[in-house]
């Protein structure tokens, strides 16, 4: 998050991407490029070099990635631009764990340098299933395609990175037996996003609302990130996941820890770094009884979303008909610091719900009723600061106001910021500015190895308390609702409820 981002163009390098036969390649990754070309932040000097088991050649993939972008682009691609992005883009076949692949990598690798000017700087982009990072990991290592000698050697890991504590533990010393720390960019795609980015701006920019940001003004934190779709295909991957892992350790706990760091001595990597560790080792780790009453786990039936009727999830492919995986998640977390001690952070996650929508809701403390005798409290409105990450970015105060009329009657009314409005749409898959970052080595929206395990550490022992609960009776929701009723439940016993949000 340096000023010189918007100066300059990324080093010249070349991506190369394991997987690149697959999904994200086409729909996020070279789409992504692409805008970073039209913005011109893309070095003259680049090139992609695709690494994946299918059989195809040079030709063939320029081919299918010519056609793959006309459905994924985010504008409308201009034919000359692309034309000469498509000369840039490359192929190998291979098997990740065969050494020999490494052998004509590092060949290819020397021809596209002297071809595309490249100076011998590569990143690497994981986009594998995550069994192969340690293998790829080893193997470049072993071929010496890491070690960096008046060039750089960056590597992306996508998610998930590790499946609990351990794995995730093991992971990194694994990595680190290869790489430095600082050639380690493990990617977070919510921190792409640029409502997230804003978090920082909006608490540490802004003179009005850190005073009141603090367990003195805030009754409670409500975060949601709420999906329609449902498992879409992914089945055999999210059977073996559920929203604890695909969703909670990585993407919520990036939103609760900006959300709720202190300010970091910079925007630098390691001073935001740092200071969301630290807000993520506050947080109360909960025992096996609190498991029981903080956590809800919830999973879909057969229902209906905006009209359309759904599947249980339990009928969707590769997925158990008796699966326990949950689809929903609600937590209730404390703060272990001067911050926030007393303020309960409410989480909640799920698919198949009535809409898409990603917010923060902060919720401002009650005044003190003295002057509002006669008005039940239910009807005081609380003043909410809405953070809305997606979709309709924005940010909106709800305060009371006086309904006009003789007698004083409040009413609760909405101050709206939309980004749209002012700073009109780009075009965007989420991925442009962390490609971007890592060609300029900057890895302040990347997650470093402690943040990635101290996310495990919270969550590991909720899954421990699961497994070793007898089996959930699933489903527990129907598609098209707000999950299962404990999680209502969940805030009523603290007198509080979800913010209503409209589909
Ligand atoms: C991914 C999860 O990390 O994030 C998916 O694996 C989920 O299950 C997706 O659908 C949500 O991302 P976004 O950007 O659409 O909110």
Redesign the pocket.
């Given at each position: 998050m340096t000023d010189e981002r918007l100066n300059r163009p990324g080093d010249p390098c070349v991506m190369v991407i394991f997987g690149a036969a697959g999904d994200l390649t086409k729909r996020k990754l070279i789409p992504a490029l692409y805008n970073l070309v039209q913005s011109n932040l893309l070095p003259k000097e680049f090139a992609v070099v695709g690494v994946a088991r299918a059989q195809m050649s040079t030709d063939d993939f320029r081919q299918k990635m010519s056609r793959d972008i006309h459905e994924f682009a985010t504008s409308s691609v201009d034919a000359q631009l692309w034309d000469s992005f498509e000369k840039r883009l490359y192929y190998l076949s291979g098997e990740f764990q065969d050494p020999s692949t490494y052998e004509q990598l590092q060949e290819l690798l020397a021809t596209v340098d002297q071809e595309c000017g490249t100076r011998g700087n590569y990143l690497y982009y994981l986009a594998t299933a995550p069994n192969f990072f340690n293998d790829i990991m080893w193997q470049l290592g072993t071929a010496g395609l890491a070690r960096e000698e008046g060039t750089w050697r960056r590597v992306i890991i996508e998610?998930p990175f590790g499946h609990d504590f351990d794995s995730a533990r093991a992971l990194n010393k694994n990595i680190s037996s290869v790489l430095k720390e600082s050639q380690i960019y493990r990617i977070d795609?919510?921190l792409g996003k640029e409502t997230v980015q804003n978090i920082l701006v909006f608490r540490f920019g802004n003179g009005l609302f850190e005073p009141v940001w603090n367990r003195r003004y805030i009754d409670h934190v409500q975060i949601t990130?709420a999906?329609s779709?449902g498992v879409e295909g992914?089945g055999g991957y999210y059977e073996g996941a559920g929203a604890l892992r695909?969703?909670v350790q990585?993407?919520m706990f990036q939103l609760l820890a900006l959300m709720a760091m202190e300010p970091p001595l910079s925007f630098e990597a390691d001073a935001v770094r740092d200071e969301k560790s630290k807000l993520l080792r506050a947080i109360q780790p909960l025992s096996p009884e609190e498991v029981l009453t903080q956590t809800v786990r919830g999973q879909y039936g057969v229902g209906t979303v905006k009209g359309s009727s759904v599947p249980a999830y339990r009928t969707e492919s590769r997925v158990a008909p008796d699966s326990g995986t949950e689809t929903f998640v609600a937590l209730k977390l404390m703060l272990d610091n001067w911050r926030w001690a007393g303020v309960p952070f409410y989480l909640r996650t799920g698919k198949a719900l009535p809409s898409r929508v990603?917010e923060i809701a902060i919720q401002f403390k009650h005044v003190p009723f003295l002057l509002f005798r006669q008005t039940p409290v239910e009807q005081l409105t609380p003043n909410f600061l809405v953070l809305r990450i997606?979709p309709n970015e924005g940010i909106s105060l709800q305060f009371g106001a006086k309904v006009p009329g003789p007698s004083v009657r409040m009413g609760a009314v909405q101050m709206d910021f939309e980004y749209a409005d002012y700073f009109g749409t780009q075009p965007s898959t989420?991925y442009e500015t962390l490609l971007y970052d890592c060609m300029i080595g900057d890895a302040t929206l990347f997650q470093r190895a402690d943040n990635v395990e101290i996310g495990w550490s919270v969550v590991t022992p909720i899954l421990d308390v699961w497994k070793a609960l007898p089996p959930r009776s699933f489903p527990n929701y129907a598609a098209g609702t707000w999950g299962p009723k404990e999680a209502f439940d969940l805030l009523e016993r603290d007198g509080r409820q979800w913010r209503r949000i409209d589909p």
């Open positions: 998610k795609h919510y990130v999906e779709v992914r695909d969703m990585n993407h990603t997606q989420g």
